[in-house]
């Protein structure tokens, strides 16, 4: 595969040719993603806030002419047919929901295609990354998604190397993105790369963004059961938090808050799509990451602490929940 130089321009190089984005909006896309990512190429473009494509252009491609709507109801207007990809620096597909077949038609799937055969780069912004999977397009190459589509990607793409640690990803001609905040991360990297730190620093000022994060930053979790509002799952998930060295079984666990086990499993999948033992250890394994991440303990000290029975055990789960073993993970970390 062709692979396109990524070097930086330097001096009035960086002036002379503009940063070319195309964006693919998938149906019910997410547009904080697009808006985020759009708006600083937008503000690094021109001095200040005077909204010229100077020093970056861009356009919304689309097989048709038809508004594409946003997961939240906005529809946007492609601005542009399909074109010769080679016209632009990179192709971002802009993901949304997932419960949608085709979110992109066969022709957008072709579009991305030619755009791989002629070398141009492409990035996954939130689940973009699905549709690029789902095109073929992400076998050689690791995969960042959000943690809370990373089961999702390992169920429907078991082959593919994905991880949920990171905020962003790029990794040779693909790019991937957990979604949220970080596509303004995303493209202030390519802005850095392509025009300079200064028109970085513009946009992010401008989008009151204090400075960019690296693709090594882990992405930011609150604690699980925040993301329930049925109180019983919630008091289950908080028992399990004050539990970590996983001792308590399942039927313990569901006589502290009430229920029987049956109960509570059925409750569980019907409120969180998981069984609570998978709940547990995805707890344990969150705290664990932390552990990793901001103490000095060793391995095995983490896993003992955290209920698992050995290293090697440990490290199994790890990698099948983030992508990378523990020594990764602190290494990664480090790097940060």
Request: aromatic share 6%.
């Amino acid at each position: 595969m062709k692979t396109r130089d990524h070097a930086q321009p330097s001096g009035n190089a960086a002036h002379k040719k503009r940063l070319k984005i195309g964006f693919v909006l998938a149906r019910s896309f997410t547009l904080s993603a697009f808006a985020l990512f759009v708006d600083t190429l937008r503000l690094a473009s021109d001095d200040l806030d005077r909204s010229g494509r100077v020093l970056a252009d861009w356009h919304v491609l689309g097989s048709t002419r038809h508004l594409i709507t946003a997961s939240c109801g906005i529809q946007v207007a492609p601005t542009s047919d399909f074109i010769d990809p080679s016209q632009f620096h990179y192709i971002v597909v802009v993901g949304g929901l997932l419960n949608l077949e085709n979110p992109v038609d066969r022709e957008t799937v072709e579009f991305l295609r030619l755009a791989d055969t002629k070398g141009v780069p492409l990035i996954g912004l939130c689940t973009g990354s699905f549709i690029l999977a789902e095109a073929g397009l992400m076998k050689r190459h690791q995969t960042c998604v959000s943690w809370l589509h990373y089961q999702a990607f390992r169920e429907r793409f078991p082959d593919h190397d994905v991880r949920s640690d990171r905020i962003f990803n790029l990794d040779r001609t693909r790019g991937s993105c957990a979604g949220g905040s970080s596509a303004a991360d995303m493209a202030a990297s390519l802005v850095r790369r392509y025009i300079s730190r200064d028109a970085e620093r513009n946009a992010l000022e401008v989008l009151q963004i204090e400075k960019a994060r690296s693709p090594t930053d882990i992405q930011p979790r609150r604690p699980l059961y925040e993301d329930f509002e049925d109180t019983r799952v919630k008091a289950a998930l908080i028992t399990m938090e004050q539990h970590l060295d996983g001792e308590l079984s399942i039927e313990k666990l569901a006589a502290l808050v009430g229920l029987s086990r049956r109960q509570l499993e059925r409750i569980f999948l019907e409120k969180a799509g998981i069984s609570p033992a998978k709940a547990y250890n995805l707890v344990r394994l969150e705290r664990a990451r932390t552990l990793l991440t901001q103490t000095k303990s060793s391995v095995i000290e983490v896993a003992l602490d955290v209920g698992f029975e050995s290293a090697s055990h440990f490290s199994r789960c790890c990698k099948r929940m983030y992508g990378r073993t523990p020594t990764q993970i602190r290494a990664a970390a480090a790097q940060a």
